[in-house]
Nanobody, 122 residues
Framework: QVQVVESGGGLVQAGGSLRLSCTAS????????MGWFRQAPGKERELVSS????????YYADSVKGRFTISRDNAKNTVYLQMNDLKPEDTAVYYC???????????????WGQGTQVTVSS
């Protein structure tokens, strides 16, 4: 069983930055694709960004391209989401997830964190 724990959420003004971190347990972290999702009240969960286990491929939703950057440090079992130029519409609960097999561009992830709240004030 893999445990996924997010941190780094909070309240920030529009135009500000936050960095989310996600640590996953397990010795095979480097073999997992990792994704960041978000869900705002009344909306469906959205894949925001993801990264392949080889770090050769990344994905960004159109709404965050140019503002968010995903990265991973396999030695620390950690994936990051650097969020710049935040907008009120980025307000949501952000979830980190790990996937053992298959493309990182997917909603079919195996392990999920509890989520961290990001609130962007205007």
């Amino acid at each position: 069983q893999v445990q996924v724990v997010e941190s780094g959420g909070g309240l920030v003004q529009a135009g500000g930055s936050l960095r989310l971190s996600c640590t996953a347990s397990g010795r095979t972290f480097s073999n997992y694709a990792m994704g960041w999702f978000r869900q705002a009240p009344g909306k469906e969960r959205e894949l925001v960004s993801s990264i392949s286990w080889l770090v050769a491929s990344t994905y960004y939703a159109d709404s965050v391209k140019g503002r968010f950057t995903i990265s991973r440090d396999n030695a620390k079992n950690t994936v990051y989401l650097q969020m710049n130029d935040l907008k009120p519409e980025d307000t949501a609960v952000y979830y980190c997830a790990a996937r053992r097999v298959g493309s990182h561009i997917s909603y079919d992830y195996d392990y999920w964190g509890q989520g961290t709240q990001v609130t962007v004030s205007s």
